[in-house]
């Protein structure tokens, strides 16, 4: 069992950066694909980001290219999300979730990702 504990939200002005951090537990966290997703009130869970077991591929949402960068430690069984240029419609809850190997259009959707935090709250003030 894998266990996600996410931290780096917080209250930012547009323009602004924030990086989210996912703690994982375990010790198989080298071997799982990691995923950020984020929901808005009033709005389904979407896909941001996700990162490759060994950090060799990334994926991203089309609304994160260009500003969002996730990466991962895995010795420090730890995934990051860089956010730059943060804009109003940013703000939700950040989940990171993580899964065995994926492969293509899997990586985007929320229900190829087995293991979830308990989320992070991102609000961007205009």
């Known amino acids: 069992q894998v266990q996600l504990v996410e931290s780096g939200g917080g209250l930012v002005q547009a323009g602004g950066s924030l990086r989210l951090s996912c703690a994982a537990s375990g010790r198989t966290f080298g071997s799982y694909t990691m995923g950020w997703f984020r929901q808005a009130p009033g709005k389904e869970r979407e896909f941001v980001a996700a990162?490759?077991?060994?950090?060799?591929?990334?994926y991203y949402a089309d609304s994160a290219k260009g500003r969002f960068t996730i990466s991962r430690d895995n010795t420090k069984n730890t995934v990051y999300l860089q956010m730059n240029s943060l804009k109003p419609e940013d703000t939700a809850v950040y989940y990171c979730a993580a899964t065995g190997l994926l492969s293509g259009v899997s990586h985007y959707y929320a229900n190829s990702y087995v293991h979830w935090g308990q989320g992070t709250q991102v609000t961007v003030s205009s």
């Open positions: 990162v490759r077991w060994n950090g060799d591929s990334t």
